[in-house]
Each structure stands twice: as C-alpha cells, then as structure tokens.
Antibody, heavy 117, light 107 residues
Framework: EVQLVESGGGLIQPGGSLRLSCAAS????????MSWVRQAPGKGLEWVSV???????YYADSVKGRFTISRDNSKNTLYLQMNSLRAEDTAIYYC????????????WGQGTTVTVS | DIQMTQSPSSLSASVGDRVTITCRAS??????LAWYQQKPGKVPKLLIQ???TLQSGVPSRFSGSGSGTDFTLTISSLQPEDVATYYC?????????FGQGTKVEIK
C-alpha cells in the first residue's frame, strides 16, 4: 500500500527548531517529487516546499532561509528542518507526493501538528 | 510569482444543483492545474489533474476544464457528501501555489 506517515510535530517556543519526518511505503521517495504543504488553524492550504527527484529544492517565500527539505534514500524518508520558528508557522504540516513533474499531489500523509508558542 | 485566485470563496447550493468554481492564474500555466477536495477534518484529496483529468475513483459528476489562465471545477449534481472546501493548485514550476479555497455547503 502506498502510504506517507509524518512525525516530529509538537509544541516549540518561538525561535526554536524542529525536524519533521515523512516515512514513505509502497513507493520510492527518491524517484518522485515530494512536497510539504501546511494548513494554519482555520485557514487554507499553503504550499511550503518541493524536492525534485533530481535533487533541486524550492521554497515558499514565507519559509525561505529558515526551512530545509531533504530526503534519506536509505530510509525512504522525507524531512523538513524548520529553524527560527515563528508563531505564524503554527499549522498542520502534510507531506505529499507528485508522481510526475506537472501532476497534482496524489498521496498525502495524515499530517503532523506544529505549534509555535 | 504566479497568483491563483478562486471564486467564489464560499457557496451554498441545493442537492442536485450544478455547481461551478473558478480558478484564475495571474499568468498562463497551460493546463498545469490540479483540483483538491478537503472535507472537514480530513486530508486533502486529489480530484483532477492536468486541468481536466479525473483521478481514478472520483465520481463522474466532477469535471474540470480550462487552459492558460482560466479554469473551472464543475459538480454536475451536488450531493451531500460533496460538502468540502475545494482548492486549485498550479502544477508547473515552483512555487506551486494554491488558490485560497472555495467552501461548498448544502442549502
């Protein structure tokens, strides 16, 4: 079964750091395009970052310079390192897969909650 | 960066009604557009990609159209289980921006 399972969320003080993990099963992270998407309480979806299969990374302006997306091929796991956290980073963080470059995200994790307070 | 604007932000319609949601890109994105459905408290679900290609298992009452800057998601006959917020997303280059969402309710 194709599945994504996030972990690593929690309560963190402003200025702190947190690393989110997204363990994949049923497919290979390194051969897909992988993203992080977040949703603040009561708000819409916000695209955060993407890691292409070739290794290129891109970020939303709101997190650029503070967040880093990466993967561990041996663990088939995607990560999001979040530094200098702010109250406005409080959200549910989802990881998701794009099966191809110009496709939508067809597999989503259940989300992990980050609260910055 | 390209902005994605959805309208309306919310709508209320009766069961069986035809519902149309629009998504406008500030610059042309060819057909690189996806639509998602997010039911309350649930994870988003991909409905349509490449502007008009229905994902496997999605009811045929959902359809998508458009190219360039203007796109639509249509529910041909609204059902109670369609109550959700719908998002469009550009699927070409980063940033892969979402629209702000359209909340669909039953009248």
């Amino acid at each position: 079964e194709v599945q994504l399972v996030e972990s690593g969320g929690g309560l963190i003080q402003p200025g702190g750091s947190l690393r989110l993990s997204c363990a994949a099963s049923g497919f290979t992270v390194s051969t897909n395009y992988m993203s992080w998407v977040r949703q603040a309480p009561g708000k819409g979806l916000e695209w955060v970052s993407v890691l292409y299969s070739g290794g290129s990374t891109y970020y939303a302006d709101s997190v650029k310079g503070r967040f880093t997306i990466s993967r561990d091929n041996s663990k088939n796991t995607l990560y999001l390192q979040m530094n200098s956290l702010r109250a406005e980073d409080t959200a549910i963080y989802y990881c998701a897969r794009y099966p191809k470059y110009d496709y939508g995200m067809d597999v989503w994790g259940q989300g992990t909650t980050v609260t910055v307070s | 960066d390209i902005q994605m604007t959805q309208s309306p932000s919310s709508l209320s319609a009766s069961v069986g009604d035809r519902v149309t949601i629009t998504c406008r890109a500030s610059q042309g994105i060819r057909n690189y557009l996806a639509w998602y459905q997010q039911k309350p408290g649930k994870v988003p679900k991909l409905l349509i990609q490449a502007a008009s290609t229905l994902q496997s298992g999605v009811p045929s009452r959902f359809s998508g159209s458009g190219s360039g800057t203007d796109f639509t998601l249509t529910i041909s006959s609204l059902q109670p289980e369609d109550v959700a917020t719908y998002y469009c997303q550009k699927c070409d280059s980063a940033p892969r921006t979402f629209g702000q969402g359209t909340k669909v309710e039953i009248k």
